[in-house]
């Protein structure tokens, strides 16, 4: 692998129905011996590919900086949550369990958390090898197999995953991986013997999935897209809250679906919070993501570039005024000349009715709004068809959660932004989607609940 932007680098054959059939089949039989060992023989396993994850961190890293084109030091960090997220849901493998009640005449009843069966997981381009552990680890905890279908743009580094898997012990097709668009996705949702499917990506991708999982009264979890308000009030941390803005917007070259793109910002300290946020944006080096010193890498396609730089020449159209950033940009490096690069911007003189306030860009593009009243800016920030993430910066800690519990929001932070532990749920609200990924919440979504019902004595009948 060396990193050479627009180039290909590995061709890969898109599963059909045949071989989406075979890896279904693969993991169904795996199941059989999986879901029969004991939570603590899983979590065993899920430990080693744990350590194997941890052991490989650098190889894996550089692989999905050459797969998604984000630094390096990012990729390492998507690595680290990775093999956190194996160790968790080891460590929650072994004590799942159902509950036993006493009912009348010592009869009793007890529940028992069962696996769903063969789980379909569906991932999204911009955490490629970090999403496949989000959905992989709770379902193999709970004693489920998974098919995992990979973006197209990013099919790599979960092969990687996959022999991971393999190698720490799990049943052979245990973790099935196919590659493929769309009709390889609707091959998996259709599918007679997939019992779930955990879909990450796009609204109207996820609206269609909810649709064909639909026809076989199959569950699904969703996260989707968003267009999360960052508010910052006057009496914050300044410097912090700069950071913070920061983070919540040019992480991944802006392509996070959680980021707090529409930055609301009281107006007594619009001016000097404007001032500095440019300044730092002016400050990030882009270029060559293997190099340490790199803060931003390159966008993902020629496509998508495309589409970022359309909703920039639309806010200027439509009255926003493009404070730092927005053009192409052209490393030294001659090999990196191809790249999708863009310097990150900063759009001031927004307004809600604008579309590059209103959509999500899904790019390093931050929207500044200045705001007057709490009342105020909670009213605007919840007035989008989005509820997937927020963010309240103020040093007022009854105010942050007053504010925090009144936004309609999956997951809010206090002071901090695009903190992702895998001990707390992650999802959305509203057409953000539903169900949750990360913490003891995900185990609800990979598992089922058997009831059953002892009497004691003889059966009175009533006939």
């Given amino acids: 692998f060396k990193m050479f932007p627009g180039r290909v680098i590995c061709k890969v054959l898109c599963s059909g129905e045949k071989e989406v059939d075979l890896a279904v089949q693969s993991a169904k039989a795996a199941f059989r011996i999986w879901s029969q060992m004991s939570g603590m023989e899983r979590s065993r396993v899920l430990l080693e590919a744990a350590r194997i994850i941890r052991e490989q961190r650098e190889e894996i890293a550089t692989m999905e900086t050459i797969n998604n084109g984000k630094s390096i030091f990012e990729a390492r960090v998507d690595i680290d949550i990775s093999w956190q997220c194996l160790e968790y849901y080891a460590g929650l493998a072994g004590s799942l369990a159902g509950e036993h009640i006493q009912l009348p005449g010592g009869s009793f009843g007890y529940t028992r958390r069962e696996p769903l069966g063969v789980c379909v997981g569906i991932g999204a381009w911009n955490y490629p090898f970090q999403i496949a552990c989000w959905k992989s680890a709770p379902a193999l905890a709970c004693g489920n197999a998974m098919v995992f279908k990979p973006s197209p743009f990013t099919p790599v580094s979960v092969v990687k995953l996959a022999e991971i898997f393999t190698e720490a012990g799990v049943p052979k097709g245990l973790f099935n991986v196919v590659q493929g668009g769309a009709a390889t996705g609707q091959f998996l949702c259709h599918h007679p013997d997939v019992a779930k499917i955990s879909f990450t990506g796009s609204v109207p991708t996820g609206i269609k999935i909810m649709e064909m999982a639909a026809k076989g009264i199959k569950p699904v979890t969703l996260e989707l897209g968003g267009k999360s308000p960052l508010i910052i009030f006057s009496d914050c941390a300044l410097e912090n809250a700069v950071n913070g803005a920061l983070m919540a917007n040019f992480l991944?070259?802006?392509?996070?679906?959680?980021?707090?793109?529409?930055?609301f910002v009281e107006r007594k300290i619009l001016d000097a919070f404007t001032k500095e946020v440019v300044k730092r944006t002016q400050k990030i080096k882009i270029?060559?993501?293997?190099?340490?010193?790199?803060?931003m890498g390159a966008l993902i396609n020629q496509p998508h570039l495309d589409r970022?730089?359309?909703?920039?020449?639309q806010a200027k159209e439509q009255g926003a005024e493009v404070l730092c950033g927005g053009d192409l940009y052209v490393p030294d490096d001659p090999k990196l000349k191809n790249g999708y690069y863009m310097q990150p911007c900063v759009l001031g003189n927004c307004t809600d009715d604008m579309t590059c306030v209103k959509e999500e860009i899904f790019g390093p593009v931050m929207s500044i709004l200045p705001f007057d009243t709490e009342e105020e800016v909670v009213e605007r920030a919840n007035a989008t068809k989005f509820g997937l993430a927020g963010g309240v910066f103020?040093?007022?800690?009854?105010?942050?959660?007053?504010?925090?519990?009144?936004?309609?929001?999956?997951m809010c932070f206090i002071n901090n932004y695009n903190l992702s532990p895998v001990e707390l749920p992650f999802g959305g609200y509203k057409?953000?989607?539903?169900?949750?990924?990360?913490?003891r919440a995900a185990i609800e979504y990979y598992s089922q609940l058997k009831t059953v019902c002892v009497e004691m004595g003889d059966v009175e009948s009533v006939f």
Avoid at 252 to 260: A, D, F, I, L, S
Avoid at 308 to 313: D, H, L, S, Y
Avoid at 431 to 439: I, K, Q
């Fill in 431 to 439: 057409a953000s989607g539903f169900g949750r990924e990360n913490g």
């Fill in 252 to 263: 991944t070259q802006g392509e996070v679906c959680c980021n707090g793109t529409r930055v």
């Fill in 308 to 313: 970022v730089q359309g909703f920039i020449k």
């Fill in 287 to 295: 270029g060559d993501p293997l190099l340490e010193g790199t803060q």
């Fill in 394 to 410: 103020t040093r007022d800690i009854q105010k942050a959660h007053r504010v925090v519990a009144a936004l309609k929001a999956g």
